[in-house]
């Protein structure tokens, strides 16, 4: 259980701590931001300070090689002049490493290369497959070579390319190349963090400046920093990427220089580096609310102590007063003017209050206990005459209940015999119901019976009809067997007339192509006769095709006229058992008939049977009719004098539930007066505890 004490000290740490939260918290975020802001910035200057090096480093060599197309391009070539040129347009910078030219012609067709270095190919050197040639040959504008290791200086280099025309038609490529060795120097001083490193990236993501020179051009940053190749596509010209929190706890900063080198500047280090000025501030932040809370904690127990001292004071006069021996006359002494010095005086007020009640219920004590001895002799009477009443009650109810038994029984007779007459009633009724139902049925079968009569008479005149039409179709069937059979004789005719224009066919193909051969042996002379043969020979071959699809045609046919055939003989077959089935069914009809004939004689007898049976039931349902309207009349009388018996029997049991109610009321006063004796006793025994 948390004391006044622990509230007092909890509930001002919890001020404490909120208020400083409410502190704490958007400094922190105030200074997070800054910092962040900060650190963008310094990246975004970094990144656009290096790229600018760097294009700068670029646009020189661009200049160079525009300078020289137009040269080129306006002047008559000659080796000399033309190598001279170049020495002096590259002179005095380190990092221009070769400039030349070279026309569209091969070399060994008579092409040339003139470089300032007076560099000469071999003949079979074929400057079409170079990279710079195939990039420049295409460009107005100057582009940018993949980055290579040279053989001769073993350093990294890239060329700078574009076409030159001359007269309005492409007259050949001017190249620089450019030793990168300088790029590492250019970047060196840019980092965003002491521990930090910057590098510059080629398309592929292959290091063009790092400290350690064996890795350049020979491995890659995104396998060396897996985690940064996540952000690959995010990177763009002339944009900033920043992320601060990316894998391995590190910051990646990267933007693409230009989209004509597609080269890239990337700068990665401790992330922890560029948060260090944030941690420290929240550091010196979480120290300031521990030294709040731990001065909060020593005032709390301050202020608590001189508020819990008069409180245990008055905790202690309740407690005495609580314990069941308490001294009404005693009284707190009140020593502050505060909230406790007015709480204590209103336990005063209160102790004083509760001493006159305590004396006032002593008083009411001593009048309860002469009024409860009143109520008991009281309840005593009453009991005894609830009592005589209940048995008087109790008689006149058993002679009502005899009376009502006898009462019953008599109805329960009267109405048996009701229920005979009317049994008697309904069995009259269900004969008389019976009588006319069979009468009615028994007519209607007589109607049915003259109606089968008639439908078999026609079913016999149909099945003659039947029977005729029957061989008619016989005899049909046997006309179109024979027409079938006639017209399969004539299919098998078709077939033999076509086997011989099959055969004539083959024997014309082969006279064409005797022909063809005697009009070959007669050279000029026989070539009309060779187009007439190729014709008949064609004749006959598109003969030889109809008469075999003819053929094909026949034998579906000649399987057809078979099956029409099969399914003729098997119609006739039918034909034959419905006229005996026809026949047979005749027979039975005729049978039918005759004992249908019979059967309507017999049910016109049972017909007048059934009228006498019915006048004889009208007049017995009429007697039974009268003889349960009587009974009726008594049993009504029955019921009048039995429900009278049950209202004064309800009325008496009333009379017995209302005086047992009133029996258990006086009980109930009985015991309520025992209790309040108990009850003016225990505060009797309580009241005196109480010094007052």
């Given at each position: ?286 120290i300031l609310l521990a030294v709040v809370l731990a001065l909060s904690i020593f005032a709390a127990f301050g202020v608590s102590l001189p508020i819990i001292k008069p409180i245990r004071t008055v905790d202690v006069a309740v407690n005495e007063i609580a314990s069941g021996n308490a001294d009404l006359t005693k009284r707190i002494k009140i020593s502050t003017k505060d909230e406790i010095g007015s709480m204590v ?348």
């Amino acid at each position: 259980m948390f004391t006044i004490k622990r509230k007092i000290i909890f509930s001002n740490l919890a001020v404490v701590i909120i208020a400083s939260a409410l502190i704490a918290i958007p400094v922190i975020k105030m200074q997070t931001a800054s910092i962040e802001e900060n650190v963008t910035d310094n990246a975004n200057a970094q990144v656009s300070q290096a790229t600018a090096k760097i294009n700068s480093f670029l646009l020189k060599p661009m200049t160079i090689v525009n300078d020289m197309a137009v040269f080129v391009g306006s002047h008559e070539i000659e080796k000399e002049e033309t190598q001279n040129a170049f020495d002096d347009a590259i002179k005095g910078d380190s990092a221009l490493y070769s400039l030349y030219f070279a026309d569209t012609v091969a070399m060994k067709d008579g092409g040339f290369v003139y470089s300032n270095d007076k560099w000469e190919p071999d003949s079979d050197y074929d400057k079409s497959s170079r990279e710079w040639y195939q990039k420049g040959i295409k460009s107005t504008s100057p582009v940018v070579t993949e980055p290579y290791v040279d053989a001769d200086t073993k350093q990294p280099v890239t060329t700078v390319a574009r076409v030159a025309h001359k007269n309005g038609s492409v007259f050949g490529v001017v190249a620089l190349d450019i030793l990168l060795g300088d790029l590492t120097e250019l970047i060196s001083d840019t980092k965003l963090s002491k521990s930090g490193e910057s590098f510059i990236l080629d398309v592929n993501g292959n290091y063009l400046t790092n400290p350690d020179s064996n890795k350049i051009l020979s491995s890659n940053f995104y396998s060396d920093f897996s985690g940064m190749a996540d952000f690959k596509n995010q990177i763009s010209v002339g944009r900033t990427f920043i992320s601060l929190n990316a894998k391995g706890g590190k910051y990646f900063v990267a933007q693409k220089i230009s989209d004509v080198t597609g080269w890239t500047f990337v700068s990665v280090g401790p992330a922890r580096e560029l948060t260090e000025q944030l941690r420290n501030g929240i550091m010196l932040i979480l120290i300031l609310l521990a030294v709040v809370l731990a001065l909060s904690i020593f005032a709390a127990f301050g202020v608590s102590l001189p508020i819990i001292k008069p409180i245990r004071t008055v905790d202690v006069a309740v407690n005495e007063i609580a314990s069941g021996n308490a001294d009404l006359t005693k009284r707190i002494k009140i020593s502050t003017k505060d909230e406790i010095g007015s709480m204590v005086g209103g336990f005063n007020k209160f102790v004083e209050k509760l001493q006159d009640i305590v004396s006032q219920i002593k008083n009411s004590r001593d009048e309860l206990g002469y009024a409860e001895s009143d109520l008991q002799d009281s309840v005593q009477e009453v009991s005894t005459s609830i009592d005589q009443i209940i048995t008087n009650i109790n008689s006149v109810g058993d002679q009502m209940s005899a009376q009502a038994s006898a009462v019953s029984q008599t109805s329960a007779a009267v109405a048996q015999i009701a229920e005979n007459i009317n049994s008697l009633e309904k069995m009259i009724e269900n004969q008389s119901r019976g009588v006319s139902q069979a009468s009615s049925a028994v007519e209607e079968m007589i109607g049915n019976i003259s109606s089968v009569n008639g439908s078999v008479a026609r079913m016999a005149s149909t099945f003659d009809q039947l029977s005729q039409n029957a061989e008619t179709g016989v005899e049909q069937q046997k006309k179109v067997e024979e027409q079938i059979q006639s017209v399969s004789e004539q299919s098998k005719a078709l077939q033999d007339a076509n086997k011989a224009i099959e055969d004539v066919a083959s024997q014309t193909n082969l006279l064409a192509m005797n022909a063809a051969i005697e009009a070959a042996h007669a050279g000029e002379a026989g070539k009309g006769f060779a187009v007439v043969a190729d014709e008949i020979r064609k004749l006959s071959e598109t003969s030889a095709v109809q008469s075999k699809k003819i053929s094909a045609e026949l034998t579906k046919i000649s399987a057809t006229i078979s099956a029409v055939v099969d399914s003729s003989k098997l119609s006739s077959h039918s034909f034959k058992e419905v006229n005996e089935q026809i026949m047979s069914t005749d027979q039975l009809v005729r049978q039918i008939r005759a004992a249908m004939e019979e059967q309507q004689v017999g049910s016109q007898q049972i017909v007048d049977s059934l009228k006498v049976m019915n006048d004889g039931t009208s007049e017995v349902r009429v007697a039974g009719h009268e003889m349960a309207e009587g009974n009726r009349l008594i049993l009504d009388e029955i019921h009048n004098l039995q429900e009278s018996t049950v209202v004064i029997k309800e009325s008496v049991n009333e009379m017995s539930n209302g005086a047992e109610e009133i029996r258990k009321t006086g009980n109930k006063l009985s015991e309520i007066s025992n209790k309040m004796q108990k009850s003016v006793l225990a505060i009797g025994d309580e009241i005196d505890l109480f010094k007052s």
